[in-house]
């Protein structure tokens, strides 16, 4: 199976929090990471979480992580319509599952 | 340093003509990744190095690819006798790796590749 597993879809609106799930493979990671991809661009690392850490905070962005069920997910506190965008997560191993696009809907 | 840079940004190309991507990553970074992306997916790994080494190269690479990072620095993909399939974006990726972790991995914009 995928290394990574996202939801493909999310919408919400513009002011709303957004949360982007991910399941992950590699158990030996010592870092786990969500990037941000906008139409024709590269990926742009957003924010990482190491792993001996539950949650981590940073502005807008809220990581969660739980290790026993590999579960990471990326919380969006007051999406605006900039952040639509298809978001990865991904382990040390660096393989990527098709993303999570989100819409902000204004 | 101006982070990972890929040349060129877009390249068409006839099928069956050979083409050559070129990556410079961030300068102190020991390893390097490429990726193949197409629309709607993810990046796909195709083959990572340390230094110049290379040392994993996904089993799904055709054999018309080939990558090399020949004094550790920058990194050139290769695509033999294209087809209209290798169309995609093509990205690399560069960190550091040190003690068994993966430091400040960062991606280029992409080559993105038309095969006609």
């Known amino acids: 199976g995928e290394d990574v ?9 513009e002011g709303d929090s957004s949360v ?12 786990l990471y969500w990037y941000k991809q906008e139409p024709g ?29 590999k579960h990471l997910s990326l919380r969006i506190a007051d999406t605006q319509t900039g952040d639509s965008a298809i978001y990865f997560c991904a382990a040390e191993d660096m393989r990527f599952g098709a993303g999570t696009r989100l819409t902000v809907k204004p | 340093d101006t982070g990972v840079s890929q040349n060129p940004r877009h390249k068409i190309t006839k099928r069956g003509q050979n083409v ?12 390097l990744y490429w990726y193949r992306q197409t629309l709607g997916q993810g990046p796909e790994f195709l083959t990572y190095f340390q230094n110049e080494a290379q040392l994993e190269k996904s089993r799904l690479l055709s054999d018309r690819f080939s990558a090399e990072r020949p004094k ?23 960190s550091s790796y040190r003690d ?17």
């Open chain 2, 72 to 94: 550790g620095s920058f990194s050139t993909l290769e695509i033999q006798r294209t087809e209209q399939g290798d169309s995609a974006m093509y990205l690399c990726a560069s």
């Open chain 1, 5 to 13: 597993e996202q939801s493909l879809f999310l919408s919400v609106r």
């Open chain 2, 20 to 31: 050559t991507f070129r990556c410079d990553p961030i300068s102190e970074h020991n390893r």
């Open chain 1, 41 to 69: 661009a590269g990926l742009q690392l957003l924010t990482y979480i190491f792993s001996n850490m539950d949650m981590k905070q940073d502005q807008r962005l809220t990581v969660l992580l739980n290790k026993k069920d």
């Open chain 2, 100 to 116: 068994r972790i993966n430091y400040g991995y960062t991606f280029g914009s992409g080559t993105r590749l038309t095969v006609v």
């Open chain 1, 20 to 31: 982007i799930n991910c399941t992950y493979t590699d158990s030996s990671s010592t870092y």
